[in-house]
């Protein structure tokens, strides 16, 4: 076993675990606080005086389409399933994962662009793996 190879083996096993590295890590950790911070937003409206709850709803909606801009900005430097390290286009999938903060506080935007994020990293997945079938024959 060369280097290159026990790198990546290396490298894949991080992926598929923790946080692991790279812009692994960038989209989990978006995920991990983007998603999860609707509860303490939550919170923060109840307390703020009545004339605050919007801005501080304006201003989480503006987090999720922040994360959401980081997905495509990740799936834009690694555009190629091929070129990609492991397990990223399964991170890219889950920025789906934001419709359901944006359901919750009714911010229809994230309700569309989430679940079509999804499934368009399914399809670029799909045309490339059908692409490479083809390829090969």
Known sequence: MDLNSAHRIVEAEAGRTGLGTGPNRRLRLTLIIGMPLFLPVLGIMILVPKSLMNDVLYVYEAGIIGCLLHYVWVFAKYPRYAGRPPYLTR??????????????????????????????????????????????R
Do not use: C, K, Q
């Open 91 to 136: 991170d890219l999938a889950m920025g789906g994962g934001f419709f359901l903060p944006s359901l919750f506080f009714g911010f229809w935007p994230g309700m569309i662009a989430a679940p079509a994020w999804a499934l368009f990293v399914g399809a670029a997945y799909a045309v490339e793996v059908t692409r490479g079938r083809n390829d090969h």
